[in-house]
């Protein structure tokens, strides 16, 4: 009944909750914060070791496998959902109070959180009771798939069949949309982790080498490829050699990591592939038209596109800034909440 | 990065569809529009449209309506942003140009959050989900607006007590519930309150004594009556002819359930129900 108050103290807001990053929409503004989802904990010594928290986000991300015993560094989430019920909930807490510029009040705003269209009714409840713990009043669940088509601009409650295949930190999520609605939704566990695991295995099996996970995600990034291009691209990267124990250099490239991709990589296409055949005729019909559309950070990965275009034959776009297309998704159903209730997903 | 794919069907497809582009000639050679870039890209790479189906697999309708800018008889703008982008770099174009070009004919997607349009409600939502803010508010109103008016009503024409009164009513009735249902099966003599009165009940044109009251029935009517020490003298249910005398100490505080079939006499003195009726329902105070 005092929401018109409520509204004067504190923005509602839109939250992507990712494996990876967080990203946070508020009403009004757009997106606002976008953070590894890092938290670095500081345990103290003494009877009653106190536990303190050091950093969040960026600052937490750099002390990933740098970190003394004392500091704890916990990435809370894992295949897209909650792995560490207190520590989301602290994370939140931390990242609310970042974009809440009233410091007179606590911040109790309405949130829109994204959940996994496969997460089960315990791992939502998890998500919705951090996001309570983390100080809001409402907590509003959305399937990730929906979030990432309206994010998309796809035209989602149209009689005509969309499919978005969000590939997140921790989840890839398909979706085909028609009528404001889902008619599939599938998510498998495989992510931009997983590829960053796949490349540590690749490497330590290949040159019997370590390396860390963000020097993984640095390869990912920079030289990783989902289907052989004409060009090889090169990259120094540095680890322990395990025979050794000493630090070395070495070379990778792109078509090396390509082959340690091929597994994770099939995952996502058998996934697609899952979705494409159980997908209506007609809707299959708009889709070919259409094409299907990537969104999230694994749309990023270099010639995912070609590679999904080569294994179904159908034209796939990237979206428009794909990485945040599921928190602009997700606020813009937050502007328009008060007139729609039908696309959230219940617990 | 598709260099070979390219090459090989450099020699065998290109040379049709050529002439079918130039003789079209609709983008004059300046311009400078995205389509007609794409298109000049492709033919100075001297590839077919067929080539371009090949790689991103948007039809060759569609790649052939992006090349004349017709932008209406593509399926929306997040898909012909992607089929720039798709196209851009299958000729290694930077789309980022392309896609700033576009943007007037073909916005960045607005997405449209919209619940789908229905024919009305197949099911009454319930009340408490859908009701306005607005429409909540002002039945709370209302019913604050019809409280104040009960409680000043009652005020005024009971005393303080009647709240109490009422629920020790409530309270009593059932005790005393037994006795309407027999009262008028035995007899328009109610048996309940025989201690106080009188066995005077067929004789009615006798004048009650001072300080007693004298209840007519015209028709079929609850009624109950307390005296000063808030002692229930009188109660039940009488059908219509029944006239009886209570006798108590002053002031008495009378609840009638059917007021216009109920005639009370404070001595020779014939009282008016009209005032302290609502609905029906009488209730007052006799000095």
Known sequence: MFGFLRSYFSNDLAIDLGTANTLIYVRGKGVVLDEPSVVAIRIEGGPNAKKTIQAVGREAKTMIGRNPKEIQVIRPLKDGVIADFTVTEQMLKQFIKRVHESRLFSPSPRIIICVPSGSTQVERRAIRESALGAGASQVYLIEEPMAAAIGAGLPVSDATGSMVVDIGGGTTEVGVISLGGMVYANSVRVGGDKFDEAIISYISRNYGMQIGDNSAENIKKQIGSAFPGAEVREMEVSGINRAEGIPRKFTISSNEVLEALSEPLNQVVKAVKDALEKTPPELGADIAERGLVLTGGGALLHDLDRLLTEETGLPVIVADDPLTCVARGSGLALEKMDKLGSIFATE | ?287
């Open chain 2, 1 to 287: 990065m598709t260099e070979v794919r390219v090459t090989d069907s450099l020699d065998t497809e290109s040379i049709e569809p050529a002439p079918a582009e130039t003789a079209e000639g609709v983008a004059p050679v300046e311009s400078n529009t995205p389509g007609a870039v794409l298109r000049r890209t492709r033919e100075a790479r001297g590839q077919s449209i067929s080539d371009v189906v090949q790689v991103i697999r948007f039809s060759a309708r569609q790649i052939e309506a992006l090349e004349r800018d017709d932008y209406a008889s593509l399926p929306g703008s997040t898909a012909v942003r992607g089929l720039v982008r798709n196209y851009a770099k299958f000729l290694k174009l930077d789309a980022t140009s392309l896609l700033a070009q576009l943007e007037p004919a073909v916005p960045v997607p607005e997405a449209d959050v919209r619940p789908p349009t229905n024919m009305g409600e197949a099911e009454q939502p319930g009340i408490v989900e859908r009701a306005p803010l607005k429409m909540i508010a002002a039945a709370a109103g209302i019913l604050l607006l019809a409280l104040v008016g009960y409680w000043y009503s009652v005020g005024s024409s009971g005393d303080a007590g009647s709240t109490n009164s009422l629920r020790d009513a409530a309270g009593r009735s059932d005790v005393v519930a037994p006795s309407p249902v027999v009262a008028p099966a035995v007899g328009p003599a109610p048996p309940v309150v025989a201690e106080n009165e009188p066995e005077n009940a067929g004789a009615a044109s006798s004048p009650p004594p001072s300080g007693g009251l004298r209840i007519e029935f015209d028709d079929r009517s609850w009624i109950e009556i307390r005296d000063a020490t808030q002692k229930v003298v009188f109660v039940g249910e009488y059908p219509a002819g029944t006239r009886q005398n209570v006798e108590g100490k002053a002031p008495f505080q009378v609840w009638i359930g059917r007021a216009s079939a109920v005639r009370v006499f404070m001595g020779e003195r014939s009282i008016d129900l009209k005032p302290h009726t609502r609905e029906e329902v009488a209730r007052f105070n006799l000095e």
